[in-house]
């Protein structure tokens, strides 16, 4: 059939599939020199950390556990504050942080990005919310920890309010500023071609905002996580920030570090995660920057 | 007229009568008087040019039409029927297909997702339908093999034919271009104004072409219409002779430069005009 063998060829004729442009990119970026410099920089943080704690033993810097002694609590089968690698524990802590973020960051992102869409969509909704937005924004977290104690019934509500609030902010805000930098003349084609409401926003709005929203969902799992841990801090029972408190109280220095250093490849993790998922959900975007 | 008969569409559609158009910006305030008093008419099927300076009120004039702003006076028709007048602005409509100055493809769809996305929204044809009549389209317009492509990834020439390709799609009775070919050199020029040509041939559209680019007007209009510096008043109307199909061999035909040259002391004096009046601004 003609018309079969000329839709695989247009197919063949196509630009590179997404998979193939991902390992592109790495490819690139391993023959740059970006890697082993990203490598160097850690290992020299490391090794100052070193000096400055265990080798030259500096005053200042005397009572912090030093990289050597963390390693080596960290990795231990018996570690002598109950938390390494090897203890149940510790893998409780991180799931209890991660599963509190992860339903903060989920409802922030299902309330937020409506919610910001609406505001940029529709001028009279804006116009209702967007003082009261700028308003409760600037509000720290720690702020907030005493109403949020009052206002959930147990601990774990009003660590997740917490944990919420950090995110949807920057996720409204942003998803606001993605819906107004969409050009003009977008709507205009779209009108111009015969589109009704509910595709300006489906095929207009929503993809043109889209860069911004998942910017805008990195921001939040960052402030997700920097709620998190105060919230913890002040009122949780398990959770690496949790950890780091009661370890300070108890005076288990080099669990600090493990937990501080967890949250850390943590976070990175979770925010490389939503690149990865908005640049497959954005390739258009992707093609644009490579090119 | 051998085209007329290879026509798809019968009755040619797209009369657009335009009488005693004018324009004011900001009615309270500043009053811009941007369009004063223009009329016009423009045949189904024709292909008019609208020439003039940068700023004269072009774009004003088709944004009237395409429905993106209201008038202060006079009215527009279409096929006899009453478009725009004073407080009545028509919704942007499928029937009246713009393309825009500085392109307005959607970067995030790929060019079929592009080319569907009239019928689609329109919901005249299926997904399917309307993907196979794109490719078709396309290949008929010589831009096979970039279907999947995004709008980034293919040249500024080409999205400049598939934003054509995209508004033939919808099968408007009108098609509007406001200085499609503004930033593109010379010789990506002369293939995209090929390829408008042969649209036209095929199609037969009524065509509303806006440019400050005399021999662009001249090559590719049957009527040109030479405007005033802002307010834009109707200067000149040129009929242009020049049988179809043209191609590239007009350009250094005796007609064609006769007419060029009527038409550049016409627009001389009134670029004259517009520079004395931006000096006299700038004083
Ligand atoms: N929204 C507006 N408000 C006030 N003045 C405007 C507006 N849009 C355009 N103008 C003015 O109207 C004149 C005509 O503009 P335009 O139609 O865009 O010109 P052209 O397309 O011929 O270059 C210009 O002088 C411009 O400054
Ligand atoms: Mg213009």
Redesign the interface.
């Known amino acids: 059939m003609s018309t079969a063998s000329?839709a695989t060829a247009?197919?063949n004729?196509?630009?590179p599939s997404s998979l193939e442009v991902s390992l592109f990119c790495l490819r690139e970026w391993l023959k740059s020199a970006a890697p082993y410099l990203n490598l160097l920089g850690i290992v020299g943080f490391i090794f100052l950390w070193y000096l400055l704690t265990e080798k030259l033993k500096v005053p200042w810097f005397n009572k912090l556990p030093g990289p050597v002694g963390v390693y080596g609590e960290w990795v231990s089968p018996d570690p002598s504050y109950g938390i390494s690698l090897y203890t149940p524990e510790y893998y409780q802590h991180i799931v209890t942080s991660i599963w509190r973020v992860l339903q903060a960051f989920f409802l922030a992102t299902f309330l937020g990005v409506p919610v910001g869409l609406m505001m940029g969509w529709k001028k009279t909704f804006k116009d209702y919310t967007f003082p009261l937005l700028e308003t409760l924004r600037p509000i720290p977290m720690l702020a907030w920890v005493p109403l949020s104690i009052l206002m959930w019934p147990g601990r774990e509500a009003s660590i997740i309010f917490l944990t919420f609030l950090g995110s949807f902010f920057a996720t409204v805000l942003n998803t606001l500023l993605g819906v107004e930098s969409i050009?003009e003349?977008?709507f205009?084609?779209?009108?111009?071609?015969?589109?009704?409401p509910r595709?300006v926003f489906l095929?207009?709005i929503l993809?043109?905002a889209?860069p911004f929203i998942f910017t805008g969902l990195q921001i939040s799992m960052g402030f997700a996580w920097f709620s998190l841990v105060a919230g913890e801090m002040l009122a949780g029972e398990y959770g690496l920030g949790y950890l780091i408190w009661n370890s300070f109280i108890m005076v288990q220095y080099p669990v600090i570090v493990i937990a501080m250093v967890t949250l850390g490849v943590i976070g990175w993790l979770s925010s490389a995660l939503i690149r990865l998922v908005g640049n497959r959900l954005?390739?258009?975007?992707v093609?644009?920057e490579i090119? | 007229m051998n085209t007329a008969e290879a026509l798809s569409v019968p009755a040619p559609r797209g009369q657009i009568s335009i009488r005693n158009v004018s324009k004011v910006y900001d009615p309270e305030g500043a009053r811009v008087l941007a369009v004063d008093n223009c009329s016009m008419e423009i045949a189904a099927g024709e292909f008019c040019v609208v020439v003039g300076p940068s700023g004269c009120g072009k774009t004003t004039l088709l944004n009237a039409i395409a429905g993106f702003h209201g008038i202060t006076s006079g009215e527009i028709l279409l096929d006899g029927k009453l478009l725009c007048g004073p407080g009545k602005t028509p919704p942007p409509g499928s029937d009246r297909i713009v393309v825009f100055q500085n392109g307005a493809l959607f970067p995030w769809y790929s060019v079929l997702e592009n080319v569907t996305f009239g019928p689609v929204v329109q919901g005249v044809m299926p997904e399917r339908e309307a993907r196979d009549r794109a490719r078709e389209l396309l290949s008929q317009m010589g831009l096979e093999g970039i279907e999947s492509n995004y709008p980034s990834e293919i040249s500024s020439g080409m999205r400049r034919r598939v934003e054509i390709a995209r508004a033939m799609m919808t099968d408007p009775s009108v098609l509007l271009l406001d200085e499609p070919f503004r930033a593109m050199d010379a010789l990506t020029k002369t293939v995209v104004h090929q390829f408008l040509l042969d649209v036209y041939d095929r199609s037969n559209k009524t065509i509303f072409f806006i440019t400050h680019d005399l021999e662009e007007a001249i090559f590719l209009g049957s009527k040109v219409y030479i405007m005033t510096t802002r307010p834009a008043r109707i200067k000149t109307v040129l009929d242009v002779d020049i049988p179809r199909p043209r191609d590239f061999r007009v350009l250094s035909s005796a007609k064609y430069i006769k007419l060029k040259k009527e038409c550049i002391e016409a627009v001389h004096e009134e670029a004259l005009k517009a520079f004395k009046a931006g000096e006299r601004e700038m004083a």
């Open positions: 000329a247009t197919r004729d196509a630009g050009d003349v977008y205009r084609a779209a009108h111009s071609l015969g589109a009704k595709h095929k207009v993809p043109g889209l954005m390739q258009w975007k093609r644009e090119r």
